[in-house]
Structure formats: C-alpha cells, structure tokens
C-alpha cells in the first residue's frame, strides 16, 4: 500500500486534492496484486457456471435451455440480495485505510444478519419460480427443467450468501487470496458432482440438467465451511469479530443497506435485463435460446477481468480516501480505465478469431452453432464499453458512490436497451424481425449510455474534494 503519510481527509481544507499523484504503472501495480486473485476466483465461480452449462448442453438442447432459464432468475435474484453486503467491501476498506480496525467487526456482525434475512427471501423466490415460467408461455419441458433445477440450487442458499458477504470483507481486508484457495479447490468436487449426477455416474441418480443444481448446493455447503476455517487467523482476529455477540442494531443495519441497496439494484438491473431477454429469446424456440446461452457464457468469460480488476479498484479507492490520499486514488481511477481499453482490444480480436472454436466447446448442434457465432461477433463489438463501465463502477464504489450509478444503469438497461431490442427483435420497426440478433443490438446500445455517464460521473467525482468528503460522511 501508499507508504506516503497522506493528509488526513478530515483536515483537508485546501480545495486541491491532498495526496500524491501516482503515474501510470505506480498505480497499476497495487490493483494487480489485489486483483490477480480476485480475477481467479471469477473463474473459479464461472468454472460452475460453464460446467452446468456444457454438461447439460452435452446432454441435450431442452436440458441447456432449462439450466439457462434457470439461471435467468437465479443470478439477477441472487446478485440482488448478496449486493446488499457488497457493501462490506468499501466499509471495511475505508475503515482499514482510517486505522479503524476495531470497528470493521461491528460491521461484519451486522452483515451477516443481512444475510441472513436475504437467504429467507432467495429460497421463497426459488420454491416458487414455477409460476413465473407458467405465465410466459415457455415450452413446458424446459420450464420444468428450470423449476426443479433451482429447487435443488435453493438448497444451498444461505451458506453461499453467508461465505460471499465474508468473502467481500476479507477482500476489503486487502485478503484476496483465500477466497481464490477456496474457490478453486471447490471446483473438481463441482466437476464430479456435475458429471456423476447429470449423466447417473458411479452409482448416482440421471437427472439431467436437474442434476446440476444439487451438485452446486453441495459445493455452496463445503465454500462456507472452508471460510469457517479463516475466522481464527489473524485478519479476522483483529477486527474483533468474534470477541462479542451482537443482536441486529437498525442503525448500522440502515447505514449497510444505505450503501450497498444500491449496488445490488444496479447489478440486479444488469442481471434481469439479460433475464428478461432470456425469457423472450426462450419463446423464439430451443436453438435460439441455445445459442442466447452459449453467447452469454462467452461474455461472461470476457467479462471477469475487468469486472475483477473493477472489483479491486473499488478496495484500493477505498482504502486511499479513507487514508486521505485523494490524489493518489484519482490516479489510480484514471489508470483502471485505460486498462479497461487497452484489454477490450484485445479480447475483441480474440472472440473474432476464435468465435467457432469457442462456440464449440458448448455444443456440436450446428443450428446452434450457426447462430452463436454471429452473437460472438455483438459481443466483440461492445467489449470497449463493457469493460470499461465494469472498471469504472468499481472505482465508484471506492469512493461510495452508488445511487446515481444505480439510477443510470435503470435508464440504460431498462428504459433503452430493453425497448430497443424488443423492437429491433419483433420487426416493429423493419421489414424483418431481428430475432435473438435485435435483442443483443439492444444490449449493446444501452451498454453504451451506460458506460458514458459513469465515465462522466467518475471524472466528475474524483477530482472534487467536498464531493468525496461528502459521500464518505453520508455513507458511513
């Protein structure tokens, strides 16, 4: 971290920022050491994402289809509820950066009653999503699929949302390795499950895409344990965690809630417009949600690094402006973002030249196949403006900036991109109808709003001092 003796942010009365200006590489380099492990534990958590998704694929377009619906209101629900304890990564950041470690405990009790009463609302959600698909008029096979499929995820509800708040205030400890140990050794277990209990391995039941769901329940269990392990080291030990025992205090609980409502909503908002869209392509047939899937988990894949890296942004800013050393973390604001350039390039000219051989790991259909490719080609067009509102939301949230970025990703996804690509899909506006292409034109167009205006806001926010005070005194 800043060796520096940056002023303190309360006594900064000088409207220039106080710290010390970081170049490019100086400012780079301690985001890669917090990120490079947080970028593997995204893959490690995608690793069970594209193990459902191939494995069922593998097993047939109905299964592939149901395990994606699925996922459709699994993720955007799940992201939601677990968004609110997000929050824990700034708070403790902040509070790390002010030498407050006595108090990071408080705020890690009060987290987990959060999640508690988030895992009550995820698994009546996931007991009666059945009905959600029976209003849309989706094939009756894979709606059933999808129901059973989160019935038996909904098993492992609460010790996942119990390990992910902890996870983000050991990231915001500056730990980010043992949530990467502990992702990854779940994987091969994950594996094993998913092979032996969707195609009826080594004794175990065929249950198909079903099959995925409990193999991940099971992993959720063995994460949480694994985290358990942690609590006596000495990261833990020094916030005071363990040392009191802490009914729910409404005040702390709203200040959580204040900051990281809205960074569950904006993610929430990301999440269910891909849902959403999922739902309407699932009624375009099998083939086309098919290919809908595999073009989903492919810019998923693209995605992890500038999201992770964003992700490790948002505990360096942090920690910077709770030490006082404004300059320095609008340096390192300005450094994430040229990254984000510089990396969607690259990964565009990837998914261009390798769009068949990507597809093809997901399925041998070739009407699948024909289909996905030219999704590939959507995903590549928009990697700038992915990657780049990723990066620079993460940085906001360093500075607990969270409610206006909530409220542009709302325009942009559901007031724009939603609209644009029902349009362009159903033909209202052409002689032909687009189809699953009109919706991806839709979330490229809304990406693009987005991306602009967090730019604009993160410009805006890092260079003024009173704005930053502010947001870190109405925050806290």
């Given amino acids: 971290m800043n060796t520096d003796q940056p002023t303190p942010i309360a006594n900064s009365a000088n409207s220039a920022l106080p710290g010390k200006k970081l170049g490019f590489r100086e400012s780079l380099a301690p985001l890669f050491t917090l990120g490079w492990p947080m970028v593997l534990t995204q893959f490690f958590i995608m690793g069970t994402g594209f193990l459902d998704t191939a494995m069922a694929g593998h097993y047939s377009a109905a299964d592939l289809a149901g395990v994606s619906l699925g996922g459709n209101v699994l993720w955007p629900a799940f992201m939601l509820l677990t968004g609110v304890t997000m929050a824990l990564a700034p708070i403790t950041s902040h509070l790390r950066g002010a030498g407050k470690m006595s108090d990071i405990g408080h705020q890690i009790r009060q987290g987990l009653w959060l999640s508690l009463g ?34 038996a995820i ?38 094993f499950l998913n092979y032996s209990l969707v195609y009826g391995k080594f004794g175990f039941p065929e249950m ?41 205090i409404l005040a702390t609980c ?48 693209t995605y992890v690094i500038p999201m992770s890296i964003g992700s490790a942004a948002s505990i360096r800013i942090g920690f910077l402006v709770g030490s006082g050393d ?42 699948v196949i024909a289909l996905a490719v030219v999704l590939v080609l959507f995903i590549a067009v928009y990697q700038t403006i992915d990657d780049a509102q990723a990066v620079i939301i993460g940085a906001l949230r360093g500075y607990k900036d969270t409610t206006i970025p909530m409220i542009f990703g709302l325009i942009g996804y559901w007031f724009l ?5 029902y349009v362009l899909a159903e033909g209202l506006l052409t002689d032909t109808p687009l189809g699953v292409y009109g919706y991806w034109a839709g979330i490229a167009s809304g990406m693009f709003i987005v991306a602009i205006c967090v730019g604009i806001r993160l410009r805006h926010i890092s260079a003024h001092k009173e704005k930053i005070l502010l947001l870190s005194d109405t925050a806290n």
């Fill in 118 to 151: 988030a895992s009550l609302l995820m698994i009546l959600l996931l007991h009666n999503a059945g009905g959600i698909y029976q209003l849309t008029g989706i094939e009756p096979v894979i709606a059933d699929i999808a129901s059973d499929y989160l019935y």
């Fill in 154 to 191: 909904s098993w492992g509800v609460p010790p996942i949302i119990i390990y992910v708040a902890l996870r983000h205030t050991l990231e915001g400890l500056g730990q980010t390795r043992p949530p990467m140990l502990i992702a990854g050794s779940v994987l091969p277990l994950n594996a």
């Fill in 208 to 248: 198909g895409g079903v099959g995925c769901g409990w193999a991940t329940a099971i992993v959720f269990w063995l994460q949480l344990l694994l985290m358990l392990l942690l609590l006596p080291k000495p990261y833990f030990k020094a916030t005071g965690f363990l040392k009191v025992f802490e009914f729910p």
């Fill in 254 to 301: 709203k200040d959580i809630l204040k900051l990281g409502t809205p960074i569950g909503i904006a993610i929430f908002l990301e999440m269910a417009l891909f849902g959403v869209i999922g739902f309407l392509v699932a009624r375009l047939g099998v083939v086309d949600m098919a290919a809908h899937s595999i073009a989903g988990n492919l810019n998923w894949m």
């Fill in 326 to 367: 404004l300059a320095a973390a609008r340096s390192t604001a300005g450094a994430i973002f040229k990254f984000s350039i510089a990396y969607a390039l690259v990964m565009s000219l990837v998914l261009v030249g390798l769009r068949y051989q990507l597809v093809g790991i997901f399925t041998d259909d070739p009407q």
């Fill in 417 to 421: 991109a939603l609209p644009i690509g």
